[in-house]
């Protein structure tokens, strides 16, 4: 039997003019809008808005929700394939992974709550992030975080690294879901704007796939979960503009979360879906309910008559503005399947969670708000959730271009090798980050099977299945800043062969696309450019991007009016699938005597690397050569290496070249190696030793395996190179010209230390 609540199970007339004032256009800004966008509000409305309205059409028309100018870039993206169970426009995306299997992921930001106030603002990222993947009928199985900031000696740097920190680990931890891998970078373009990105996975059965619906006409929508206060208040809109020495003043639009009541959430919500209680589930994001009960409307193509007096609240005298626009955390809608409401009320109930039924179903396509017996709020659904787009002009910045084809020829190389070495092993982008993720539980759930910092990607097992799913987060923003186009493809790069060095076949892409003011015509080039190489790069590795986030405005507005945005940096998240678990591959050297093999055709150059960055002040070059046939031929090669039992220790070259990951993996295993580089891998010893490519990899294997390796390697057409043999107590590389030759414990030293006494 269907509840019957007040007046909005009653027909009330179309047309009526709601509660309120109407709001004049010189106010439109109060609410996000400029006045082009607030005519056009007029013009759907056929009249000026009351300020709730405004307010309504100013958040889901923020950049946050809206996406106005990301959009039409985002449409060129490839999001198709066979392994897609379901692509962009749902709270995640799905892909199939085998045995009627789907993994749910996506990516989102929190960058700008955590500005102001990095422990909540990180913890209801992952809050948030989670909710996405329960919505989709899948069980969180891990949390991925990609996080940026400042100059670590800084104290500003280490404060927000602690606070984000903590904030991940109290919310994680406490719910339950381990955080299983990530990366953290540090550039002076993050020092006052960081950035902290979640990404999470979750497994569910092919037939449990739910959708963000409000189904049919006459379903009736259930608000669940937290009560409703004025906390984040005006969030989608904070989070489409500067941060700016004022932005202090917006710490209510930071959300307030509570790990404990989500993993009720979590379960009841799991368990409702299981029992065939629900037609749709919604998350509560940014804009709170207005974007969930409006999103859901409009997927349906229906209409919603909404009670806002029904909602439960934590304060007194909320107004319906307040109660439409909170982000109070931890809250679901939920329809009801039709006849099964009271049994769904029951469950949650059950639960210890609020369960109010507060809307019902029509076919009026529109969003009508009553408070009580009153219409404060009646708009069309359709432009509500259709914001306004916009192409921009993109131009490059000259003097990013003049640093790209700036010459290396004045640089010298350094008489002292060694010192390089540990030097790079000590920045802060290269060093040991045990002393962040040993904060995690990682174990929890018992699936995590490579754990973090023991192999590039992390590996989960699937239980019940001898299948397992791993996932990596990447981006060199550097990379992105002097090439946008070609760094944003070597993101998707080097997330490929992250997976492939545990031996994992890549499947799909999540990404969050970091930029600052879009209206600005350099940051437009980048975002554009960027675009276009995860679109290149996707195709050519069969990785479709199923859903992912955009952050813009992601720049501080100093008190001088001077302005400074974060490089552009389009973090991506991809996960892909090991038939065999339990042949994968870790890192670490294993066992003296084994054999050094450096597979691909990649030349390290000198341009745009940390070496360049750190040792020499210079950020400038070109970023790695990119063949993406040579990329697909190692990743596909590497995997099935792994995949067919011949290796069961690699790494990429990555951060910090040759040398660097070499001399990780001695660290790692507690054993020393001694290699001889190809003389002809680069121009100079440096380059060799230091240098960065697109498609290199590194294996350790038993002689007696190496004639396997040879042959795949043959029939892939992908060279492979014996460099030397794993033993001793020191890391010792030999190229022409140079060599580096550095005891394991002096390079441990200086790996495992820099991290650990900024958190200190």
């Known amino acids: 039997m269907t509840p019957r609540i007040g007046h909005v199970w009653t027909e009330a007339p179309l047309g009526a003019l709601p509660v309120g004032a109407p709001v004049a256009g010189d106010r439109a800004a109060t609410f996000g809008l400029d006045a082009?966008?607030?005519?056009?509000?007029?013009?759907?409305?056929?009249?000026?808005?009351?300020?709730?309205?405004?307010?309504?059409?100013?958040?889901?028309?923020?950049?946050?929700?809206?996406?106005?100018?990301?959009?039409?870039?985002?449409?060129?993206?490839?999001?198709?394939?066979?392994?897609?169970?379901?692509?962009?426009?749902?709270?995640?995306?799905?892909?199939?992974?085998?045995?009627?299997?789907?993994?749910?992921f996506k990516m989102e930001s929190h960058n700008h709550p955590s500005a102001v106030e990095p422990v909540q603002g990180a913890a209801t990222g992952v809050g948030g992030i989670l909710r996405d993947i329960f919505a989709m009928g899948a069980r969180p199985i891990a949390i991925l975080d990609a996080l940026r900031f400042g100059d670590l000696t800084d104290e500003r740097t280490r404060y927000l690294?602690?606070?984000?920190?903590?904030?991940?680990?109290?919310?994680?931890?406490?719910?339950?879901?381990?955080?299983?891998?990530?990366?953290?970078?540090?550039?002076?373009?993050?020092?006052?704007?960081?950035?902290?990105?979640?990404?999470?996975?979750?497994?569910?059965?092919?037939?449990?796939?739910?959708?963000?619906?409000?189904?049919?006409?006459?379903?009736?929508?259930?608000?669940?979960?937290?009560?409703?206060?004025?906390?984040?208040?005006?969030?989608?809109?904070?989070?489409?503009?500067?941060?700016?020495?004022d932005s202090d003043a917006d710490r209510p639009a930071v959300q307030v979360g509570d790990p404990f009541l989500e993993k009720l959430l979590l379960e009841a919500c799991l368990e409702a879906i299981a029992a065939g209680l629900v037609d749709g589930v919604q998350d509560m994001?940014?804009?709170?309910?207005?974007?969930?009960?409006?999103?859901?409307?409009?997927?349906?193509?229906?209409?919603?008559?909404?009670?806002?007096?029904?909602?439960?609240?934590?304060?007194?005298?909320?107004?319906?503005?307040?109660?439409?626009?909170?982000?109070s955390q931890e809250r679901m809608v939920l329809t009801a399947a039709p006849g099964r409401e009271r049994e769904l009320i029951a469950l949650l109930e059950k639960w210890e969670l609020d369960a109010v039924p507060v809307g019902i179903v029509r076919d009026h396509g529109r969003f009508r708000i009553f408070d009580g017996d009153d219409l404060v709020g009646d708009m069309p659904v359709a432009p509500l959730n259709e914001a306004p787009t916009y192409v921009r002009e993109g131009r490059e910045d000259p003097a990013v271009a003049a640093a790209r084809e700036r010459s290396l020829d004045d640089v010298l190389v350094p008489t002292d090798l060694d010192s390089v070495l540990t030097d790079l092993l000590a920045h802060p982008d290269i060093a040991?980050?045990?002393?962040?993720?040993?904060?995690?539980?990682?174990?929890?759930?018992?699936?995590?099977?490579?754990?973090?910092?023991?192999?590039?990607?992390?590996?989960?097992?699937?239980?019940?299945?001898?299948?397992?799913?791993?996932?990596?987060?990447?981006?060199?923003?550097?990379?992105?800043?002097?090439?946008?186009?070609?760094?944003?493809?070597?993101?998707?790069?080097?997330?490929?062969?992250?997976?492939?060095?545990?031996?994992?076949?890549?499947?799909?892409?999540?990404?969050?696309?970091?930029?600052?003011?879009?209206?600005?015509?350099?940051?437009?080039?980048?975002?554009?450019?960027?675009?276009?190489?995860?679109?290149?790069?996707?195709?050519?590795?069969?990785?479709?991007?199923t859903g992912g986030n955009v952050s813009l405005y992601n720049q501080y507005r100093a008190p001088d009016g001077r302005v400074r945005a974060v490089l552009?940096?389009?973090?991506?998240?991809?996960?892909?699938?090991?038939?065999?678990?339990?042949?994968?591959?870790?890192?670490?050297?294993?066992?003296?005597?084994?054999?050094?093999?450096?597979?691909?055709?990649?030349?390290?150059?000198?341009?745009?690397?940390?070496?360049?960055?750190?040792?020499?002040?210079?950020?400038?070059?070109?970023?790695?050569?990119?063949?993406?046939?040579?990329?697909?031929?190692?990743?596909?090669?590497?995997?099935?290496?792994?995949?067919?039992?011949?290796v069961a220790t690699a790494h990429d070259v990555g951060d910090g070249g040759v040398a660097v990951a070499l001399a990780e993996m001695a660290i790692l295993g507690n054993r020393g190696v001694d290699a001889a580089l190809p003389k002809d891998l680069a121009e100079r010893p440096d380059a060799a030793l230091f240098g960065e490519a697109a498609d290199l990899a590194l294996v350790a294997l038993p002689a007696d395996r190496t004639d396997a390796l040879r042959r795949a390697c043959?029939?892939?057409?992908?060279?492979?190179?014996r460099l030397g043999a794993v033993g001793g107590d020191a890391i010792r590389v030999g190229a022409d010209g140079g060599a580096v030759a550095v005891p394991v414990a002096v390079a441990r030293a200086a790996f495992e230390g820099t991290i650990e006494r900024a958190l200190a």
Not at 287 to 314: C, K, N, Q, Y
Not at 445 to 463: E, F, Y
Not at 488 to 511: I, S
């Open 714 to 721: 043959a029939a892939a057409g992908l060279p492979a190179r």
């Open 432 to 545: 040991s980050k045990r002393a962040v993720y040993r904060r995690y539980d990682h174990q929890v759930m018992t699936n995590t099977v490579v754990v973090p910092g023991a192999g590039d990607a992390a590996v989960l097992r699937i239980k019940g299945s001898s299948r397992g799913v791993a996932a990596t987060v990447d981006c060199n923003a550097r990379y992105v800043y002097l090439a946008p186009r070609r760094g944003a493809a070597l993101a998707v790069v080097e997330a490929a062969r992250n997976l492939a060095a545990v031996g994992a076949t890549p499947l799909g892409v999540t990404d969050n696309l970091n930029f600052g003011n879009p209206t600005v015509p350099e940051v437009y080039f980048q975002m554009s450019e960027a675009v276009e190489g995860l679109r290149e790069a996707c195709l050519a590795l069969r990785t479709p991007v």
């Open 285 to 327: 994001g940014a804009a709170g309910i207005t974007s969930s009960v409006g999103e859901m409307a409009h997927r349906a193509g229906l209409g919603v008559d909404f009670d806002v007096g029904r909602v439960p609240r934590r304060e007194t005298g909320m107004t319906p503005l307040e109660v439409m626009l909170s982000e």
């Open 161 to 245: 690294l602690h606070g984000v920190v903590e904030g991940i680990a109290a919310y994680g931890n406490a719910i339950g879901v381990p955080t299983v891998g990530g990366e953290i970078a540090f550039h002076p373009s993050y020092q006052e704007n960081p950035l902290v990105n979640v990404m999470a996975l979750g497994l569910l059965r092919h037939e449990d796939l739910q959708s963000g619906t409000v189904g049919a006409v006459g379903r009736v929508l259930l608000y669940v979960g937290s009560k409703t206060g004025r906390d984040g208040l005006g969030g989608a809109v904070f989070a489409s503009a500067d941060l700016s020495a």
């Open 568 to 646: 552009p940096t389009p973090t991506v998240g991809m996960v892909g699938v090991l038939p065999d678990v339990r042949r994968r591959a870790l890192m670490a050297f294993e066992r003296d005597g084994d054999e050094v093999w450096l597979l691909g055709a990649g030349r390290p150059t000198l341009g745009a690397t940390t070496y360049l960055a750190a040792v020499h002040g210079l950020e400038a070059g070109a970023p790695p050569e990119l063949d993406l046939a040579a990329v697909d031929r190692l990743v596909t090669t590497l995997a099935s290496l792994v995949q067919d039992g011949v």
């Open 36 to 104: 082009a966008e607030f005519a056009q509000v007029v013009g759907h409305l056929g009249r000026a808005p009351n300020a709730l309205e405004a307010a309504m059409f100013g958040a889901l028309w923020s950049e946050h929700c809206g996406y106005k100018n990301s959009r039409p870039l985002l449409r060129r993206l490839p999001t198709e394939g066979p392994q897609v169970l379901q692509g962009p426009g749902e709270n995640a995306g799905v892909v199939d992974v085998g045995e009627g299997w789907g993994l749910a």
